[in-house]
């Protein structure tokens, strides 16, 4: 028999955090309540979730939540979904956290319907990514400057590290396995998360360019191909 998956959920609202658990319980999973920082990093230290979902503001502790992913980050980088699940809906907030590793943001109030689609496609995403681990023998990946490792899904560019999301690794991986560019639906296919609107394909790509002008402001090797998609042009 297969093990449940753990997801944890550290909310400080309890009928909210009640509503939520009972949802994903309904569906199989083996769900774990906090309501603090200081609860869920005890725990966490120990035994990881498979799948953490976390608020921002946790009574007091205005930035709990995002502390709680940095703290995941710094034991397992990248390893663990975290969905962000919050009423700061601003651009700041939601940039900020999937620069620290979320895998996902999302602005309340949302469907509990919505929810389970999001957590199962995160699940699968990380089913996905191990998978591939396994399969593959040879993960180094050379492209010019480019150098990415499917099994750590560390990338670097002239050397230099660039810390991205699973989303957008698989994105990157995409356009270095396709020299004729990728059109928004192989994006779409390549993050498996179902249909994946335009206009989010365009905002992971505008946080990709931004992460590798942190480490080469002249980076431009991301061209847009209009009505098409994106493709990599190595100059």
């Known amino acids: 028999m297969m093990a449940k998956k753990i997801i944890a959920i550290v909310e400080d609202d ?22 603090n920082r200081a609860q869920a990093e005890k725990v966490f230290s120990v035994q990881l979730p498979d799948l953490a979902i976390l608020d921002i503001m946790l009574n007091h502790d205005l930035e709990g ?3 709680i992913c940095r703290f995941i980050e710094q034991i397992k ?5 975290i969905l962000f699940l919050t009423s700061r809906g601003n651009e700041v907030d939601e940039i900020y956290g999937l620069n620290l590793g979320a895998w996902d943001y999302q602005t309340k109030p949302v469907t509990f319907e919505y929810l389970l689609a999001r957590v199962r496609s995160l699940l699968n995403i990380k089913q996905g990514l191990s998978s591939e681990a396994v399969a593959i023998s040879a993960p180094c990946q050379q492209l010019g400057p480019f150098a ?6 560390k990338v670097t560019w002239h050397g230099q ?7 957008e690794f698989a994105m990157l991986k995409r356009l270095l396995d396709c020299p004729d560019g990728v059109s928004y639906d ?7 998360q179902g249909v994946v609107e335009n206009n989010t394909i365009n905002t992971h ?10 480490v080469d402001s002249d980076f431009n090797a991301i061209k847009t191909r209009y009505g ?8």
């Open 65 to 67: 939540g995002f502390e």
């Open 14 to 35: 309890e009928q909210q955090r009640s509503q939520y658990s009972q949802a994903l319980r309904a569906q199989g999973y083996h769900v774990d309540e906090y309501s």
């Open 186 to 192: 192989g994006f779409s296919e390549a993050t498996r």
């Open 77 to 81: 980088p990248r390893e663990v979904p």
């Open 205 to 214: 790509i505008a946080q990709i360019r931004q992460k590798f002008k942190a």
């Open 228 to 235: 098409f998609g994106y493709k990599l042009l190595l100059e």
């Open 161 to 167: 590290g660039v810390l991205l999301t699973p989303t």
């Open 148 to 153: 990415i490792n499917s099994v750590t899904c």
